[in-house]
């Protein structure tokens, strides 16, 4: 996991270790939701508008292939801390399910370009209609020069297949059906 920077600015506010510490710990816990952080800036701020002061917390946060800015204002700079967190949390959770709806995606669409390279089925549907027995099958599978024949046993009127081997032989099968 690669070292995490993180660097805190103060405008138009003091400079404060716990203010800083705050924040840092708080980016420190995205690390949670989100392992390859490389970089936080955040900007802390303090804002008067008609005698009344708001907090204002900006983050610029860049990770391997997303970067998130966010801002959010309170009444007081640990407030509006907690409230960019949130938010930066809410965008991380928000990318993460996106790629793993791509990421599904892509596999479906992997799936379907197997399916793709799936060898052409041919149907057929030629079969003896008439009972044969086993030996009357494989001379007729002989003389059509095919792997194969289905047929009606007339010994046991099951549905059979007769096929011929690798090795030259011949192979019955007669389910139980």
Same mark, same amino acid.
């Given at each position: 996991?690669?070292?995490?920077?993180?660097?805190? !600015?103060?405008?138009?506010?003091?400079?404060?270790?716990?203010?800083?510490?705050? =924040?840092?710990?708080?980016?420190?816990?995205?690390?949670?939701?989100? *392992?390859?952080?490389?970089?936080? #800036?955040? !900007?802390?701020?303090? @804002?008067?508008?008609?005698?009344?002061?708001?907090?204002?917390?900006?983050?610029?946060? !860049?990770?391997? *292939?997303?970067?998130?800015?966010?801002? @959010?204002?309170?009444?007081?700079?640990?407030? =509006?801390?907690?409230?960019?967190?949130?938010?930066? @949390?809410?965008?991380?959770?928000? #990318?993460?399910?996106? *790629?793993?709806?791509?990421?599904?995606?892509?596999?479906?669409? !992997?799936?379907? @370009?197997?399916?793709?390279?799936?060898?052409?089925?041919?149907?057929?549907?030629?079969?003896?209609?008439?009972?044969?027995?086993?030996?009357?099958?494989?001379?007729?599978?002989?003389?059509?020069?095919?792997?194969?024949?289905?047929?009606?046993?007339?010994?046991?009127?099951?549905?059979?297949?007769?096929?011929?081997?690798?090795?030259?032989?011949?192979?019955?099968? =007669?389910?139980?059906?």
């Amino acid at each position: 996991m690669t070292q995490m920077n993180i660097a805190v !600015t103060f405008k138009h506010i003091g400079s404060s270790d716990a203010i800083r510490q705050y =924040a840092e710990s708080k980016v420190l816990k995205l690390e949670k939701y989100l *392992n390859n952080i490389m970089e936080a #800036h955040i !900007t802390l701020s303090m @804002e008067r508008v008609e005698h009344k002061e708001s907090g204002i917390a900006q983050i610029k946060l !860049t990770a391997k *292939n997303l970067t998130i800015n966010a801002e @959010e204002k309170s009444s007081d700079i640990y407030s =509006a801390i907690d409230l960019l967190m949130e938010k930066v @949390e809410a965008q991380i959770k928000k #990318h993460k399910e996106k *790629n793993r709806r791509k990421d599904y995606e892509d596999k479906a669409l !992997t799936g379907a @370009e197997e399916e793709e390279n799936i060898p052409n089925i041919e149907i057929r549907q030629d079969y003896e209609k008439y009972p044969l027995g086993i030996e009357e099958a494989v001379q007729k599978l002989k003389k059509r020069n095919e792997d194969f024949i289905i047929f009606k046993d007339k010994v046991s009127s099951k549905i059979s297949f007769i096929f011929k081997g690798e090795d030259g032989n011949f192979s019955l099968i =007669a389910p139980d059906l």
